[in-house]
């Protein structure tokens, strides 16, 4: 697929706009969605890039990342040389292809590998030019060659090449959850998910927002889980949105907005959003507080600190101060002076897979086992700027016990000035009788996410 430059009239190829992006990921440690970001906003700029090309472009970027691994395996079949012998664009060509004969059934065959071959004969020589040719028809005119795993004898190796995931996240969860809940969460995440964004309630209603957003061209419905959520299903670039630019909504996940609510902040009060920025969930904050009060967000990283004051700025928010700080380090400099604080800590971020395509790539189990230790130290450092009768909230992006139910119950046996809440009550729709909150995509049908609510006795 291709289309043309209003300007020049100069086609612009979605395959060479995804390879550039593959690149960079794959040899440059770019983050997928930012790299695809910068894409995609450079070229509605110059208006090169409709909807539907928007797209084509995102299937083929995320995709072919996302079956990073299946798609190595796949080309095993077909390559009579290691794949690591073969330069990296060249190899990535190989995994565009692939991915289009594989698992794109709209793509034509003869596309994916003609077009393929114009790649090869741009970024290689001759003789990389023959390899793609032969190795994509030969794949197309053989596909049975590769065949997965049997399910009941290897269903570690099955679910991880069938699902695109590492093998040891799906033996954890395999363990953990059994095959058929296992493999229902391996499918979510790769899914691509709808895009939610929160209504800046101190603008706008979110009946008006919607009914703005629809004639911005967006097909979107109220969020099930939050009064203030929107879930938008169709939608143009959002820097093209008047009403985003205009600071009635900000994107928000709706797992994430369900942080807001269970801190409960009410005007007035001194919040603290430890590890803050970039800001949505310190907006959040602010909005819920009728922008009345204060709301102190800090982070380690000046730069993301200015994100967050750029989207409080554009979203009218003037009670958020921003202050470079190690959270390890805030129950010292703020002792027992929050109303609530909310620690939203660094995590391996396993519930959010099926938004980052290519995180399932840069996680390890060894994480699992260091985070914990960072995670307890700002948990523990943070509940010292609680004061007596305040509440403290925890919150991470992650499913793993290790992160979330094991750090709570380490920190409550080592605080007893603590007591936990039953924090599934305070969910301001669908209501859980829950101690701490644990969500999943496969059943949820949002973001995985983990949330524990504490209030300080003394």
């Known amino acids: ?81 290691p ?30 590998c003609n077009q393929s071959v114009e790649l090869a004969k741009k970024y290689g020589h001759a003789g990389t030019v023959k390899l793609v040719n032969a190795v994509l028809r030969n794949a197309a005119r053989n596909p049975e060659k590769a065949v997965y795993p049997n399910k009941d004898e290897m269903p570690v190796e099955y679910l991880a090449l069938k699902y695109f995931h590492p093998d040891w996240l799906v033996k954890r969860w395999l363990d953990r959850l059994g095959f058929e809940s296992c493999e229902d969460l391996c499918k979510t995440n790769n899914c691509n998910p709808p ?127 921003t202050q470079t700080l190690d959270a390890t380090n805030l129950g010292t400099t703020f002792p027992a002076q929050a109303d609530r604080v909310l620690v939203d800590v660094p995590c391996s971020g396993l519930g959010v897979l099926r938004r980052k395509p290519d995180s399932r790539w840069r996680k390890s189990e060894s994480m699992l086992k260091e985070l914990p230790k960072l995670q307890t130290a700002i948990l523990s450092s943070c509940a010292q700027c609680v004061k007596p009768g305040g509440i403290l909230v925890y919150s991470t992006c992650t499913t793993e016990p290790e992160e979330n139910s094991q750090v709570i119950n380490s920190f409550l046996h080592t605080h007893p000035e603590f007591a936990l809440e039953k924090t599934g009550r305070y969910l301001p729709i669908q209501k859980r009788s829950d101690d701490m909150v644990q969500l999943w995509p496969h059943i949820d049908g949002i973001d995985g996410f983990f949330i524990a609510r504490m209030t300080r006795l003394k």
């Open 1 to 81: 697929m291709s289309w043309k430059n209003s300007k020049n009239g100069r086609k612009v190829d979605a395959r060479e706009v995804a390879l550039r992006v593959i690149n960079a990921v794959d040899i440059e440690g770019a983050y997928a969605n930012i790299a695809l970001a910068q894409e995609i906003n450079r070229l509605t700029k110059t208006g090169e890039l409709n909807n539907q090309d928007r797209k084509f472009l995102t299937e083929l970027v995320y995709g072919t990342i996302k079956a990073g691994n299946t798609l190595d395996w796949l080309l095993e079949h077909y390559l009579s040389r």
């Open 195 to 321: 895009l939610s964004i929160r209504t800046n309630t101190t603008r706008i209603g979110r009946e008006t927002l919607l009914a703005r957003l629809e004639n911005e061209g967006v097909v979107a419905e109220p969020s099930a889980w939050t009064p203030e959520g929107i879930v938008c299903h169709e939608y143009p670039a959002l820097m093209s949105l008047s009403s985003l630019q205009a600071g009635l909504f900000q994107v928000q996940d709706e797992s994430s907005m369900l942080v807001g609510h269970i801190l409960d902040p009410k005007a007035g009060e001194f919040i603290i959003d430890a590890c803050g920025a970039p800001g949505g969930k310190s907006t959040h904050i602010a909005s819920l507080m009728s922008n009345q009060g204060r709301v102190l967000s800090t982070d380690i990283y000046p730069h993301k600190l200015a994100i967050t004051e750029e989207n409080a700025k554009r979203l009218g928010l003037t009670i958020i101060e």
């Open 83 to 112: 794949l690591n012998k073969i330069t990296p664009i060249i190899r990535n060509i190989l995994r565009l292809g692939m991915y289009q004969l594989f698992f794109l059934t709209k793509v034509p065959p003869s596309a994916a």
